[in-house]
């Protein structure tokens, strides 16, 4: 089992915690720029995250310390922001990392799971509950799915937890059957993938319903502007015909005067 968890684990795990670790920042900060240097520091980031995990340059005490770092490093790289918020934002996400990553652990040893897969299964189930609290963060944040009702937002929010139930189950039963071991480590990085593609699509649904609101509100002004634009054109052409009615009776005076 441990060899498929440090092959397959070791290289796939760092991408999708990337992944999270982008859309934590993309929520704080906004869009990034500098393409280049935000492309190096992934990089620099993901072969961090790669040798940290096969414990081959870094001991696992510094391995808090090392992300700090990295974070803060992409931060600057990609976002322009003041030193004081990228600081504050980057203990931010490694602290709630650290902590979600603790309870997890604590309650998987609470409900008597097997120690040998207790760190394993305690890695994937964090990583779901980190990209749970994201969604949840940006929801909180820009308020921006005002358009998508509230079930379908529930609904949404049990896709994690039952993927959280199924992880659970699934390395319980790789514990007592060790034939699974590979299928164990499939199924929980195919059930982040998963989770991560329909927060993704979540996302551009609300953004699309954000917009399409926008787009109404901009043809009502539209049509507003236009009904006021032929209100005034009526109002000038009826005050050209008034103009013109008494240039006439002045016209009709004036030779009566004569």
């Known amino acids: 089992m441990r060899e ?3 092959i397959i684990s070791g290289f796939l795990l760092p991408v999708l915690q990337l992944l999270i670790i982008q859309r934590y920042i993309t929520t704080l900060f906004g869009s990034g720029s500098r393409k280049l240097a935000g492309m190096i520091g992934w990089l620099l ?10 414990g081959i340059l870094f001991p696992p005490q510094f391995l808090l310390v090392g992300n700090i770092l990295m974070v803060f490093m992409i931060s600057t790289v990609t976002r322009k922001e003041s030193l004081k918020r990228r600081c504050i934002s980057t203990l931010l ?3 709630v990392w650290m902590l979600v990553e603790v309870i997890v652990l604590l309650a998987l040893e609470a409900v008597g799971t097997d120690k040998c897969v207790i760190d394993v299964a305690g890695s994937f189930i964090s990583k779901m509950c980190m990209l749970l609290f994201s969604v949840l963060g940006r929801y909180a944040k820009k308020k921006q799915y005002t358009e998508i009702p ?10 994690p937890a039952s993927s959280i139930y199924m992880m659970h189950h699934i390395f319980l039963m790789t514990a007592l059957y060790t034939e699974y071991s590979f299928f164990s480590v499939v199924a929980g990085i195919l059930l982040l993938l998963i989770n991560y593609v ?11 319903a954000e917009l399409q609101s926008r787009n109404r509100l901009y043809e009502q002004q539209l049509d507003l502007c236009s009904h006021q634009a032929e209100e005034r054109e009526g109002y000038y052409l009826e005050l050209r015909r008034m103009r013109h009615d008494m240039k006439n009776h002045l016209s009709g005076i004036l030779g009566m005067v004569n």
């Open 4 to 6: 498929y968890l440090s």
């Open 93 to 95: 996400i490694c602290t």
């Open 150 to 159: 509230l079930r379908y937002f529930i609904i949404t929010l049990l896709v």
């Open 45 to 54: 980031y993901y072969a961090f995250l790669v040798t940290a995990g096969f």
């Open 198 to 208: 329909i927060f993704t699509v979540y996302d551009r649904v609300g953004q699309a």
